[in-house]
């Protein structure tokens, strides 16, 4: 009994870590996706003003996304370390 109760405890502990890694890389690929539309703004190559225009509708939420994390933020690296455990 003891030993069942452990592994149902070890699975759920291991399904929240698993879940809290696709999060962060949720979190990182729709930040890099937005780097890549805007990032003209910070000196990076963009793709053309005309395929930044018709995806722009579309970028709602990872804009606002961006802003959030930057006002949040005090140390990026600190994050990711949290999410990894480090």
Do not use: C, N, W
Request: hydrophobic content about 50%; cysteine-free; aromatic content about 6%.
């Amino acid at each position: 009994m003891i030993g069942e109760d452990f592994f149902e405890l070890l699975k759920k502990i291991t399904k929240l870590q698993a879940t809290d890694y696709v999060k962060a890389e949720l979190t990182a690929q729709e930040e890099a996706f937005a780097l890549l539309l805007l990032g003209s703004f910070i000196g990076l190559p963009a793709p053309s003003a005309g395929l930044v225009i018709r995806l722009l509708p579309h970028l709602g939420p990872e804009l606002e996304l961006l802003e959030r994390r930057v006002a949040e933020s005090d140390d990026l690296f600190a994050q990711v370390a949290g999410v990894l455990k480090i």
